[in-house]
């Protein structure tokens, strides 16, 4: 299964030393450019861990990608890095997942038909594949790195993942 990820989830997967976890889970990787840019614009360790995984196992998708003018209608308000996930999950199926913790662009991913998963979602994934032994430990990691998680979405995981 192919994965086309945002910013967000790979900042946070590298803030606790975790976007191996991508390449235990999928076949594929991608990103858009514009989402390599928007992460290599920030300094920090995280940083540093997404340029490794870039030259392993991350793949950049360039442009051209173009959302359907129905869609584009439904992004307007949307982030570049996020509009640009969608358009290039719509162009690379079959079996393509969305990467992405940003509400809107979620709700626009899955009105354009794709499967979305959040880091959330993803850990959720891991503990049960075997490639992790807990998920909530490393949402609270994620959130004491700065990542921004509420107390909800915690306790779904919790509840999710029998922890």
């Known amino acids: 299964m192919k994965v086309v990820a945002d910013a967000g989830p790979l900042i946070a997967l590298a803030k606790i030393d975790r976007l191996g976890l991508l390449a235990e889970l999928f076949d594929e990787v991608c990103l858009p450019i514009v989402v390599e840019h928007e992460i290599l614009a920030k300094a920090g360790p995280e940083t540093k861990r997404i ?33 640009a996930v969608i358009a290039v999950a719509v162009m690379l199926p079959p079996a393509v997942s969305v990467l992405m913790d940003d509400r809107a662009g979620r709700a626009v991913a899955r009105q354009a038909g794709l499967a979305v998963l959040g ?21 609270l990691a994620a959130r004491e790195a700065g990542y921004w998680l509420d107390d909800e979405l915690v306790a779904t995981v919790r509840r999710l993942a029998k922890e």
């Open 51 to 83: 340029e490794a995984a870039l030259g392993r196992f991350l793949r950049v998708i360039p442009p051209p990608y173009d959302l359907t003018a129905h869609l584009a209608m439904k992004a307007g308000a949307l982030g570049v890095g996020e509009r």
């Open 119 to 139: 880091l959330a979602g993803l850990l959720i994934m891991a503990r049960q594949r075997g490639a992790i032994t807990a998920a909530v430990p490393l949402m």
